[in-house]
C-alpha cells in the first residue's frame, strides 16, 4: 500500500513541484485546486508519469477546494478517507499573493481579510482536521504504518518587512507559528510538523518582479547566487517524507539560497 500525501494548491508553481517529487518516490496523491482545472489536471497527468518511470501504478486524485472555506475544507478530508482510507502527509501549500501591491498608509481591508482567510485560516483550520483524523489513525489498535507528517510551506515574507504588501507579511508571519504549535502538540502520539521556508523561487507568482530580483541576486543579495526553484523546495519535503528527520519536529528548513543569514 502506497503512502498517501494531501498537497494543497498543487496545480502549479511549488505546489507541482512538490507533487511530481512525491509521485517520484511513491506517494499516492491528493492535489487540491481552488479554480484552474485544467492545471490540475497536467498536475495529476505528469504525476502519474512520474510514478510509472519508477515502475510504480500511482492513484493520483484531483479535488476543487477553496482553503478558507469550511465546507470545502471538510470536503477535502472527506473525500481523502472516502477515497484512500489513511493520509500520511499534509503539505499545507495553497497560498495567494495581493491582487494589487499597495504601500501599507492605504492598503485596504478587504485585501487584508483576503490574505488571513486564505494564507492563514484555511492552513491552520485545515491541519486542525487532519491532526484529528492522525491522531485517529495512530492511536488504532491495529495501527503498524509509518507516522504521518505535516509540513507547512510559508515564506521569508514571514520575517521581512515588505512595506508594499504588509497583508502577505502578517498572513505568512502568523502562518509561522503553527508548525510549533501543532508540534507541541502531537509529539507524544509521534506525529513530526515541519515548516519549509521558500525565498526567492521562480513562479508564476514571481514573474511579474523577475528583472527586480535579477538585479538583486546579482548584487549578492543570496550567497547562492541564484533564483531557486520548485525543485528545490520539492526536495526538502521528499527528505522529510521519506522519514530523514525522525528526530526533529517543530523544526524551519530555509530553502532560500541562505538568504536569512546575517552577514557583515
Request: aromatic share 6%; with cysteine.
Amino acid at each position: 500500500m502506497n503512502p498517501v500525501a494531501l498537497i494543497t494548491g498543487a496545480s502549479r508553481g511549488i505546489g507541482r513541484g512538490i507533487a511530481l517529487k512525491l509521485a517520484e518516490i511513491g506517494y499516492d496523491l491528493i492535489i487540491n485546486y481552488a479554480n484552474s482545472q485544467i492545471s490540475a489536471q497536467e498536475t495529476a497527468v505528469s504525476c502519474r508519469a512520474a510514478g510509472l518511470s519508477q515502475d510504480r501504478n500511482l492513484k493520483v486524485e484531483m479535488v476543487q477546494a477553496n482553503i478558507s472555506l469550511d465546507k470545502d475544507r471538510q470536503k477535502l478530508i472527506a473525500y481523502a478517507r472516502s477515497h484512500f482510507g489513511h493520509i500520511d502527509l499534509l503539505v499545507n501549500n495553497a497560498g495567494v499573493a495581493p491582487e494589487v501591491r499597495t504601500d501599507i498608509l492605504g492598503a485596504s481591508e478587504e485585501s487584508f481579510d483576503r490574505m488571513i482567510a486564505v494564507n492563514l485560516k484555511g492552513p491552520y483550520f485545515l491541519t486542525q482536521l487532519a491532526a484529528r483524523w492522525m491522531v485517529e489513525q495512530v492511536t488504532a489498535p491495529d495501527f503498524s504504518g509509518p507516522r504521518p507528517k505535516i509540513i507547512t510551506i510559508t515564506s521569508m515574507s514571514s520575517y521581512v518587512a515588505s512595506v508594499s504588501r504588509g497583508d502577505y507579511c502578517i498572513s505568512k508571519a502568523g502562518l509561522g507559528m503553527l508548525t510549533p504549535l501543532f508540534a507541541a502538540r502531537l509529539a507524544e502520539f509521534g506525529i513530526n510538523v515541519y515548516e519549509i521556508r521558500p525565498g526567492i523561487i521562480a513562479t508564476d507568482m514571481t514573474h511579474g518582479v523577475k528583472e527586480k530580483y535579477d538585479e538583486l541576486i546579482a548584487q549578492g543579495l543570496t550567497p547562492i547566487a541564484r533564483w531557486g526553484t520548485p525543485e528545490d523546495v520539492a526536495k526538502a519535503v521528499t527528505a522529510i517524507a521519506q522519514d530523514l528527520l525522525p528526530f526533529s519536529t517543530g523544526e524551519v528548513l530555509n530553502v532560500d539560497g541562505g538568504f536569512h543569514l546575517q552577514r557583515l
